[in-house]
Antibody, heavy 118, light 107 residues
Framework: EVQLVESGGGLIQPGGSLRLSCAAS????????MSWVRQAPGKELEWVSL???????YYADSVKGRFTISRDNSKNTLYLQMDSLRAEDSAMYYC????????????WGQGTLVTVSS | EIVMTQSPATLSVSPGERATLSCRAS??????LAWYQQKPGQAPRLLIY???TRATDIPARLSGSGSGTEFTLTISSLQSEDFAVYYC?????????FGQGTKLEIK
């Protein structure tokens, strides 16, 4: 059974850093495209970052240069390093597995909440 | 960036009736369009991809149609579990973008 469990969220001051983790089970993150998607309270979804199985990475303009997606294949875990955090980064962050042949989000974790506030 | 616009923002329908949700793209998508359902406090769930292909375990009363820039999600004979927020998502060009959502509520 595919499972994704996020952790690492919390309250952080503007300008601070956080690293989100997503522990996967039931499949290998190394051979799948993986993503982070966020949702501010009461708002729509925003696809933040994508990593290909070959390690190519993509970022939304809103986070480019501040966020870094990566994975540790030995731990079967996906990460999102978030630096220079802003109030507008406050959101629920979801880890998701991308479809094998299409850029759709087939499996989602339950999310971890990030609040950026002084 | 491709902008996705969903309408209406809120749709009130009685159980057993049919609901039609719309999604418009600012550029041609071919059929690179997915639909997701989100219930309060839950992560989204994939319903439809390729504009019209149902994902695993999605009931046949949900159907997707359209191509190019105009897409529709139809739910026939609404059940209680169908009342939720629905999002469309394009995957033609990065950044892959979502619509703002349609809330389907009980009339």
């Amino acid at each position: 059974e595919v499972q994704l469990v996020e952790s690492g969220g919390g309250l952080i001051q503007p300008g601070g850093s956080l690293r989100l983790s997503c522990a996967a089970s039931g499949f290998a993150v190394s051979s799948n495209y993986m993503s982070w998607v966020r949702q501010a309270p009461g708002k729509e979804l925003e696809w933040v970052s994508l990593i290909y199985s070959g390690d190519s990475t993509y970022y939304a303009d809103s986070v480019k240069g501040r966020f870094t997606i990566s994975r540790d294949n030995s731990k079967n875990t996906l990460y999102l390093q978030m630096d220079s955090l802003r109030a507008e980064d406050s959101a629920m962050y979801y880890c998701a597995r991308v479809g094998s042949f299409t850029m759709i989000l087939t499996y989602w974790g339950q999310g971890t909440l990030v609040t950026v506030s002084s | 960036e491709i902008v996705m616009t969903q309408s209406p923002a809120t749709l009130s329908v009685s159980p057993g009736e049919r609901a039609t949700l719309s999604c418009r793209a600012s550029q041609i998508l071919s059929s690179n369009l997915a639909w997701y359902q989100q219930k309060p406090g839950q992560a989204p769930r994939l319903l439809i991809y390729g504009a019209s292909t149902r994902a695993t375990d999605i009931p046949a009363r949900l159907s997707g149609s359209g191509s190019g820039t105009e897409f529709t999600l139809t739910i026939s004979s609404l059940q209680s579990e169908d009342f939720a927020v629905y999002y469309c998502q394009q995957y033609t060009n990065w950044p892959y973008t979502f619509g703002q959502g349609t809330k389907l509520e009980i009339k």
